[in-house]
């Protein structure tokens, strides 16, 4: 079968949601992928987290709305919250694939679907709050100029009942719920991780069958800490997560720690065998990621994919080089144990340093010096900053010795 003109698209239009979309990708990775990768990402993505997105995805492609035909400038004056939106309409402008399955940046998969690309446009599941509207976080589409433009016609025209894509897709797409039920996916195709517990009997007979899980709504794994050494995200603050849902968001992390880091890490590595003359796209860009004498252990050259060549495209009239020198607008955090009471003098605690605590925050702007000092000695380590390195070195070192 000829699997080359068909891909897994997401979306990705800041530098957080493409955390999701690596471990995404990566997931997809790991259950013997035949399909091409894609991922679409906005011009505000900085140009680490693209050479990031690359060595997971086959294709990294720029869509631009601003340069974009004039229905598309009418449709977001008219209704500006539908950006984000219109950005995941943009999946029907792929025509160099003849079918593809869009999933949500929020999304994991856990078991291979090539299935899907047996259904026809427009399949997806039912959403859990009213199953007789489709959720737009996993579907199966047919590339088409023509229905791109039809779609955002539909946009200008009638807008969307929810103020985002689903809304639109539900009103265009309307004959979901009654005109056949091929193109409704079973709901192990995208199974909210949230709403598990809602009919728990349900969940114990089919939820082990869960092939996409889906973190919909306002916490996404990347919000929440995580403890490699537990291999579990901490739960503390007032959200209760229910324990089905803790254990997709451990799997989640643990490929994010085990998959996904270490890209930032040997990227680093890259930088720093360059030559002076090639490491001017990614001066300023630290690794996010301190222990290297931990990875090193583990056997993660399976885990790192080899994609296939990047293809930086443009679509929709964009053809702007990457940004030379952007900021990332993240942040991971490594959090060391604070040293314990007992521990005596300072070479110590240089030895007991063990990393407890990975979170992923959007950059903090400008702190003053001495915030800066407070911070580093409270264990909160800025590993993006631009002196990251040198420091991290030093404490290896010392690990090491
Ligand atoms: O700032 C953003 C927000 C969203 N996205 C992308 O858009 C998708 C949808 O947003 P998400 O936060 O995942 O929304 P959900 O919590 O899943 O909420 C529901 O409602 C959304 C709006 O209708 C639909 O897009 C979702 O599929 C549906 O599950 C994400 O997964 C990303 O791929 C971005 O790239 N950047
Ligand atoms: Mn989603």
Redesign the pocket.
């Known amino acids: 079968m000829s699997v080359s003109d068909q891909a897994f698209v997401?979306?990705?239009?800041?530098d957080?949601?493409c955390q999701?979309?690596l471990v995404l990708g990566q997931s997809l990775r790991n259950q013997r992928l035949t399909r091409k990768l894609v991922v679409l990402i906005?011009p505000h993505v900085s140009s680490l987290l693209r050479v990031i997105l690359s060595r997971v995805f086959d294709e990294v492609i720029e869509v631009n709305l601003i340069d974009s035909a004039d229905y598309i400038h009418l449709a977001i004056l008219k209704r500006p919250e539908l950006g984000?939106?219109l950005?995941?309409l943009h999946c029907w402008t792929l025509t160099h694939y003849s079918k593809c399955v869009f999933l949500?940046?929020?999304?994991l998969v856990l078991s291979n679907i090539d299935e899907l690309f047996e259904r026809g446009e427009f399949s997806a599941a039912p959403?859990p709050g009213w199953p007789d509207c489709f959720?737009?976080?996993v579907f199966v589409f047919q590339p088409s100029l023509e229905t791109h433009s039809l779609l955002l016609q539909h946009a200008t025209d009638h807008g969307?009942f929810?103020?985002?894509?689903?809304?639109l897709l539900n009103s265009f797409f309307s004959s979901w719920s009654t005109a056949d039920i091929h193109k409704h996916l079973p709901f192990i195709y995208n199974l909210?991780s949230n709403t598990t517990y809602t009919y728990s009997p349900a969940f114990k007979q089919f939820g082990s069958s869960a092939k996409v899980v889906?973190?919909?709504?306002?916490s996404?794994p990347w919000n929440y800490k995580y403890n490699p050494q537990t291999g579990s995200v901490l739960q503390e603050g007032s959200g209760v997560v229910h324990q089905h849902q803790a254990s997709f968001l451990n799997l989640w992390w643990s490929i994010y720690h085990r998959s996904i880091l270490p890209l930032y890490e040997s990227l680093r590595d890259e930088e720093e065998h360059a030559s002076p003359g090639h490491t001017a796209s990614l001066s300023g860009v630290g690794a996010p990621y301190a222990n290297s004498a931990s990875s090193a252990e583990e056997p993660c050259a399976n885990s790192v994919p080899s994609a296939g060549e990047t293809r930086a495209n443009s679509m929709a009239g964009s053809s702007q080089p990457w940004p030379a020198e952007d900021p990332s607008e993240l942040s991971v955090r490594v959090d060391e144990t604070p040293p314990s009471p007992e521990g005596g003098h300072s070479e110590d605690v240089d030895l007991a340093v063990s990393i407890s605590e990975i979170s992923i925050q959007e950059k903090v702007k400008e702190l003053s010096p001495e915030e800066d000092r407070r911070k580093w000695e409270e264990g909160h380590v800025d590993y993006m900053g631009k002196d990251a390195f040198a420091r991290i070195q030093e404490k290896l070192d010392r690990f090491l010795q």
Request: hydrophobic share 25%; proline share 0%.
């Open positions: 997401t979306l990705a239009t800041n957080i949601y999701g979309a906005t984000v939106t950005t995941k949500d940046a929020d999304t959403d959720n737009s976080g969307s929810d103020g985002a894509d689903q809304g909210s889906h973190f919909l709504g306002s996404k």
